[in-house]
């Protein structure tokens, strides 16, 4: 057994003291390192009753996507074209974003908000809005909210949890720290997983990460629940954490988004109406990153 001094254990005090403060500014520093862009200019709306939960995207259509609701609708003036819509008591309970790749329409869908929550990604003909195919997940991670492919072809999404109660029911839906997004294998089964850094997920609310697509230049964006913002993240160096890269303010109320395939840097999305208003489908120009 040593003993120190009492000059010696006040100059370990002393170095403590002066090494705490610092390592908490460092912590806050890395909880707020992301970089904050312009907000993005809206150039375009269309009024779609639809549009409650995401919009997808074409060269010349765009989707509006509810629960049980698929609307294929003209880019140039927003006319309906075709309409996909399940029975009640049918086996499509909750679509919760969409993106078109390859001439179909792939769509992440769970039985929110009912328990266990189970998750399939479910596939649409663009063209007709004929269903083509189905994958289940069974019981998995959370409920599925979004899919797209990244520039090297492989799939992505994101499997959320939540802090809400419903109902009667006494315990969170989840719990929104829980939410993971993945990197799936060909056949769908998760390759990795990580988690967002709970700077982010604070700003969830009680809700969790509801859209997400990688941008034309080829990095991951996603969206929350509610807020009129765009988050850029992307695998650490090291570890099991997103890195929260940037905010980008635009008008769009949460949910599922998507990138113009053929107007780069323009993303379309949705604002759910309220008190009896219309939904909306907003198409806005992204400022450039720093």
């Not at 390759?191 to 982010?200: F, T």
């Not at 629940?225 to 988050?231: G, I, K, R, S, V």
């Amino acid at each position: 057994m040593s003993f120190l001094s009492i000059p010696a254990i006040a100059r370990r005090s002393s170095l403590a003291c002066a090494v705490l403060p610092l390592a908490l500014g460092l912590s806050v520093l890395g909880a707020q390192a992301q970089e904050q862009r312009p907000a993005a200019q809206t150039i375009n709306r269309f009024d779609v009753p639809e549009a409650r939960q995401a919009v997808a995207v074409s060269d010349r259509y765009f989707y509006a996507i509810d629960n049980r609701t698929l609307v294929k609708l003209d880019k140039a003036n927003g006319q309906a074209l075709a309409k996909w819509e399940g029975p009640k008591a049918g086996p499509i309970l909750h679509l919760d974003s969409g993106v078109v790749r390859d001439g179909k329409l792939y769509t992440a869908h769970s039985n929110y908000p009912d328990w266990p929550m189970v998750s399939s990604v479910e596939v649409w003909d663009a063209e007709t809005l004929k269903h083509v195919e189905t994958h289940s997940f069974g019981i998995e991670r959370g409920s599925l909210t979004w899919i797209d492919r990244d520039p090297q072809g492989r799939w992505w999404g994101a499997f959320a949890n939540y802090n809400r109660v419903f109902d009667k029911s006494p315990l969170a839906y989840g719990n929104k720290y829980a939410t993971q997004i993945v990197r799936f294998n060909p056949d769908w089964s998760v390759a990795e997983a990580w988690v967002y850094p709970d700077a982010l997920v604070a700003k969830f609310q009680d809700m969790s990460n509801s859209g997400g697509a990688f941008g034309p230049d080829g990095r991951l964006y996603i969206s929350g629940h509610d807020n009129p913002e765009l988050y850029v993240v992307a695998p650490p160096e090291m570890g099991s954490v997103m890195q929260w890269q940037e905010t980008i303010p635009l008008e769009i109320g949460g949910q599922g988004f998507a990138f113009d395939p053929v107007q780069p840097g323009v993303v379309w999305g949705i604002i759910r109406g309220k008190a009896g208003g219309p939904s909306q489908v907003t198409v806005s120009r992204l400022p450039d990153a720093k």
